[in-house]
């Protein structure tokens, strides 16, 4: 099985990701333009890479053409782990993204400094997993943004650096499902959207309650978490009908 995306907790007094290992395991910072590529599907594989800051896109191309969006790593993450000698993924920078390619071949603790981080990217995997199962596209998307929300810890804002066709093919819907549903998340009262690559969430317990998550409520106020219908693929495709 392939690791892509390793999530490092975020405390106040965490190292930056490459001080997990030695120095000589780590490589000079290398700086990415928006669209570049990282690595290519079917490059070899070795090194490791860290998020020093901006955004990466981990994805796939079918043998029909189609491209899949598996993962985004943020700050603090650590992504490329192959179980073969091939990269079965390509990554490409969002944004300005700043990488260190860390090496731990050159770390004889490597294994065990690295062990918690594979862990915690076969528990990112198996939700990702989850989330797609899910067969009522609000729950995808609501999912997405408390995640989101969680990794960030910005507090209710929400950084969105990658487009909407991004998200739409990370969660296996349209651009215009995305779209659709951010207007009603929007009108719903449970988001605000000052620009197009962030949002803010106005009440995340309902958002948390859609995706099926356990959610307190928040101080001073009532969530209205059934105040709020949600639909499944089939009836987000017959209102965009609709509306063409």
């Not at 990466?56 to 985004?72: A, D, P, W, Y």
């Not at 294994?111 to 862990?119: D, I, R």
């Amino acid at each position: 099985m392939t690791f892509q995306t390793i999530i490092l907790q975020r405390q106040p007094a965490m190292p930056r990701p490459a001080m997990y290992l030695a120095e000589t395991a780590q490589d000079a910072l290398s700086t990415y333009a928006a669209g570049s590529e990282i690595y290519g599907q079917g490059e070899l594989a070795g090194p490791l890479y860290a998020v020093e800051f901006g955004c990466v896109r981990i994805g796939r191309l079918t043998l029909e053409g189609k491209r899949q969006v598996c993962g985004f790593s943020f700050i603090g993450d650590v992504f490329g782990w192959e179980s073969g000698r091939e990269h079965r993924f390509f990554a490409e920078a969002v944004g300005v993204t700043g990488i260190r390619l860390l090496r731990p071949n050159r770390d004889a603790q490597a294994a065990a400094k690295l062990f918690p981080l594979v862990v915690e990217s076969l528990t990112r995997f198996q939700e990702h997993l989850l989330v797609l199962g899910k067969t009522i596209v609000d729950e995808r998307l609501a999912a997405f943004l408390c995640d989101l929300a969680s990794r960030q810890a910005n507090g209710a804002r929400v950084e969105l650096p990658m487009a909407r066709n991004d998200i739409a093919d990370y969660l296996g819907v349209s651009f215009e499902t995305v779209s659709r549903i951010l207007r009603r998340f929007r009108d719903q009262g449970l988001i605000r959207v000052p620009d197009i690559h962030s949002i803010e969430i106005l009440d995340r317990a309902a958002l948390e309650a859609i995706c099926g998550r356990e959610a307190d409520s928040p101080p001073g106020g009532t969530s209205r978490i059934n105040d709020f219908p949600v639909h499944s693929d089939e009836q987000t495709a017959r209102s965009e009908r609709r509306s063409k």
